[in-house]
């Protein structure tokens, strides 16, 4: 570079602070650039110094962050003196690169007529005209050369949105001590439809057969639960896991046989039950999900057997039934 050039874009980079007082509002963390560098690098698209003209002209405001992925993104509003408000967000590897976009859309702004420049002209493109960071380069390759060539990157996979509602079928197996006489198995087959931060399901359980006998006699009956369940879930997720909190109702009948009695009868009890549970579910991946359940049945009616002519209950459910589930669930998008 000769001396005239040193001297040309001394008088670029120093423009005014006066001048871009109202042109330009920076607003970035201290790892970016400085204003006055966004001012500079304005003025060096535009081949001159700012001027209080300029100013009156356009007025722009640019804010960048770094994203969680550690890009960094730019957010500039241009508001022309003549014209409507033009918002644009950039996505760049590095707070330099948003610099130099973010001054290459004011300069454009305050001087359209170098998108008619033969610079731009010289590199013909498909890509679209609001892809300012690809056309950075071009502006500035007959000033400073051509830059250095960095290998092409593979596009992103595109990830569709998530649905807003999914369906889900959870098959579950555990253990219930209260609601018959001895801690019993048994499996649940659930229904549930799943939103953002909540979810409802429908379902139904059995709960195998246990004995009840009479103290110091053979008779007794062997009883068993099957009911269907309604629940709501408040969802609360942490990256992989899920921690829903669940209440609902629960609804059948506890189904009851003699045994060791001169006319063994089978007999039916009402089953009504309020429910309340809190799980851990590990989503490995969108699909499937495998969850452990703790939670209680609460009787709302008394579920109870006598044998004929006895004055005492073969078996009454307790006032509080524990429940543990291990659960596998499959999802649907």
């Known amino acids: 570079?000769?001396?005239?050039?040193?001297?040309?874009?001394?008088?670029?980079?120093?423009?005014?602070?006066?001048?871009?007082?109202?042109?330009?509002?920076?607003?970035?963390?201290?790892?970016?650039?400085?204003?006055?560098?966004?001012?500079?690098?304005?003025?060096?698209?535009?081949?001159?110094?700012?001027?209080?003209?300029?100013?009156?002209?356009?007025?722009?405001?640019?804010?960048?962050?770094?994203?969680?992925?550690?890009?960094?993104?730019?957010?500039?509003t241009i508001e022309p003196q003549d014209a409507p408000a033009v918002t644009r967000s950039v996505v760049a590897d590095s707070c330099e690169l948003l610099v130099d976009a973010a001054a290459l859309m004011i300069a454009v702004a305050i001087d359209p007529d170098l998108l008619a420049g033969p610079v731009l002209a010289a590199e013909p493109t498909s890509r679209d005209p609001g892809d300012i960071p690809l056309a950075v380069p071009v502006l500035r390759e007959a000033r400073d050369g051509p830059p250095p060539r960095s290998p092409p990157r593979s596009p992103a996979p595109r990830v569709p949105p998530p649905a807003s509602l999914r369906m889900a079928v959870s098959l579950a197996a555990g253990l219930d001590v209260g609601a018959l006489p001895r801690p019993t198995a048994g499996f649940l087959l659930r229904l549930g439809l799943l939103a953002r931060r909540v979810r409802a399901e429908v379902g139904a359980g059995h709960w195998l057969e246990q004995p009840a006998r009479v103290a110091g006699t053979g008779g007794g009956g062997d009883l068993r639960l099957t009911a269907a369940q309604l629940g709501v879930c408040?969802?609360?997720?942490?990256?992989?896991?899920?921690?829903?909190?669940?209440?609902?109702?629960?609804?059948?009948?506890?189904?009851?046989?003699?045994?060791?009695?001169?006319?063994?009868?089978?007999?039916?009890?009402?089953?009504?039950?309020?429910?309340?549970?809190?799980?851990?579910?590990?989503?490995?991946?969108?699909?499937?999900?495998?969850?452990?359940?703790?939670?209680?049945?609460?009787?709302?009616?008394a579920a109870r057997f006598r044998l004929r002519g006895q004055d005492t209950d073969v078996h009454r459910a307790a006032p509080v039934a524990f429940r543990g589930l291990f659960a596998l669930e499959l999802r649907f998008f």
Do not use: H, N, Y
């Open 1 to 76: 570079m000769d001396l005239p050039e040193i001297l040309a874009a001394l008088t670029l980079s120093l423009a005014p602070p006066a001048a871009t007082d109202g042109l330009l509002r920076w607003d970035a963390p201290a790892a970016c650039p400085s204003r006055d560098a966004l001012a500079g690098a304005v003025a060096a698209d535009l081949g001159r110094s700012l001027t209080p003209a300029d100013a009156e002209a356009v007025t722009a405001r640019a804010t960048a962050r770094r994203r969680r992925d550690r890009r960094w993104e730019l957010a500039l």
């Open 234 to 301: 408040p969802r609360f997720a942490l990256r992989k896991v899920e921690l829903p909190l669940c209440a609902g109702l629960e609804l059948g009948a506890m189904r009851g046989a003699g045994v060791g009695v001169v006319t063994p009868t089978v007999d039916r009890v009402f089953w009504l039950a309020a429910l309340a549970d809190a799980r851990v579910q590990w989503v490995p991946v969108p699909r499937l999900a495998l969850g452990l359940q703790l939670g209680v049945a609460v009787p709302l009616l």
